[in-house]
């Protein structure tokens, strides 16, 4: 059974720092997909950040490039998001997803198979 578990979720002040990681199992981690989305109240869920099975690539939502960085831990087979400059629009619940064939639609929720249960993030102005 595949289990993506979110932690490093909270609340921040605007400009501060946050750093969230994605814990998975029973699922071959080096050879999936990793990625970020993230969902406001009354907003679709949105594309945050992706890393490659590889983490050879990376790829980032344009409203995060620059501030967000995404990276892979193989040892723990966590998933991490740092972000950095947080903005009060960046206040949302913060998912985690695997796919092993997410292809070109890594920007697309309807095409990741696995989520976890999110974390909230909350930044204050």
């Known amino acids: 059974q595949v289990q993506l578990v979110e932690s490093g979720g909270g609340l921040v002040q605007g400009g501060g720092s946050l750093r969230l990681s994605c814990a998975a199992s029973g699922l071959s981690f080096g050879t999936n997909v990793m990625g970020w989305f993230r969902q406001a109240p009354g907003k679709e869920r949105e594309f945050v950040a992706a890393i490659n099975w590889s983490g050879s690539s990376t790829y980032y939502a344009d409203s995060v490039k620059g501030r967000f960085t995404i990276s892979r831990d193989y040892a723990k087979n966590t998933v991490v998001l740092q972000m950095n400059s947080l903005k009060p629009e960046d206040t949302a619940v913060y998912y985690c997803?695997?796919?092993?064939?997410?292809?070109?639609?890594?920007?697309?929720?309807?095409?990741?198979?696995?989520w976890g249960q999110g974390t909230q993030v909350t930044v204050s102005s």
């Open positions: 997803a695997a796919d092993r064939d997410i292809g070109s639609y890594y920007y697309t929720s309807a095409a990741w198979i696995h």
